[in-house]
Every structure is written in structure tokens, then in C-alpha cells.
């Protein structure tokens, strides 16, 4: 008998793990499922990457602008992973192959040898605003649940502080 609880013992401590691994996660007060609380995670390590980027951008150092378009292709591939194709075709519209993209807004600038202005630290805070809302919508359902998510990665990331400091290294 104490022979059976000795093999049976490891196998109980094992499903008790697996058990745990496999709960929901709570993100931004939302309930999320591992699977996409591991999205997000993803999503927010590629957007620090991003604003990490931008804010060391220099009109005049081709290697920072290379950085921004490495940084919003790396998003692009990876944050677009549960959309759909629709969502995918905007979120790639947002970051790359729009006019008021913000990879077209880099180019264009570094291109051009302008400096960062208000006006244009404000087109990439709205795309980039843009694109975070596009890569939550496949985690939840609900909008109000979205909102939540959203909030949260943009107070996880400092965003907003982040994208107010793009271009002041000129």
C-alpha cells in the first residue's frame, strides 16, 4: 500500500502543477486566458521596443532610423498573430504602408532631415494609439474589457510620456 502512495504521490504533485500553469490571468482587471495574457505580454515588449526606438531617433544617424523600422516590422509580425485579416491589414496600414504610417512618418522625416515638431510627435502618437487598440481587440470580446486592456498597456509601457520624448535627442 505505501508502495502505490510513493509511485502515486510524484504523479498528484505533477497535476496539481500543470493545474496552475493552466489557470486565467488578470490583466488590466480583465480576465484573460494564458494563452492570450501571453499575447500581451508579447504585444508589450515589442511596443517598448518600438518607443525605446523612437525616442532615439536622430534625423541625422541613419542606424536610429534602421532601429524604427526593424522595431515596427518585429511589431507588426508579432502582434498580428491572433487578428484577423482585416484587423492585419490595418495594423500594417497603422505601422508601415500607409501615408500617415508611422514608418512612412520616420522615413519621411529622416529623409528629409526634419527634426521631431509637435506636429509630427503627435501623427505618431496617434498611429501608434492606433495600433495598440488594433492589437487588443483579439484578446477580449467585450469593448469595455478592451478599454480596460488598452488603459493598462499604455500605463504598463509609459506610452504617452515616451511618444512626448520622440525627437528630443536632436
Known amino acids: ?29 480583465v480576465v484573460v486566458s494564458s494563452a492570450k495574457y501571453t499575447q500581451v505580454q508579447t504585444d508589450k515588449k515589442y511596443l517598448n521596443h518600438l518607443l525605446q526606438a523612437l525616442e532615439k531617433f536622430d534625423s541625422e544617424k541613419p542606424k536610429t532610423a534602421n532601429k524604427i523600422y526593424s522595431a515596427i516590422d518585429e511589431l507588426n509580425k508579432n502582434a498580428s498573430k491572433n487578428m484577423s485579416k482585416q484587423d492585419k491589414s490595418q495594423l500594417k496600414a497603422v505601422l508601415i504602408s500607409n501615408k500617415k504610417s508611422i514608418k512612412h512618418i520616420v522615413k519621411n522625416a529622416y529623409e528629409n532631415h526634419y527634426g521631431f515638431d509637435d506636429d509630427l510627435s503627435g501623427t505618431i502618437s496617434t ?41 528630443t535627442n536632436q
Not at 18 to 27: E, P, S
Request: aromatic share 8%.
Open 127 to 167: 498611429e501608434f494609439h492606433k495600433s495598440v487598440k488594433l492589437m487588443v481587440k483579439p484578446i477580449t470580446k467585450q469593448a469595455s474589457n478592451r478599454q480596460k486592456i488598452y488603459d493598462q498597456l499604455i500605463k504598463d509601457t509609459n506610452a504617452q510620456k515616451r511618444l512626448n520624448n520622440v525627437g
Open 1 to 29: 500500500m505505501k508502495k502505490k502512495i510513493y509511485w502515486l504521490l510524484p504523479f498528484l504533485i505533477i497535476g496539481l502543477l500543470l493545474t496552475g500553469c493552466n489557470r486565467n490571468k488578470v490583466y488590466g482587471t
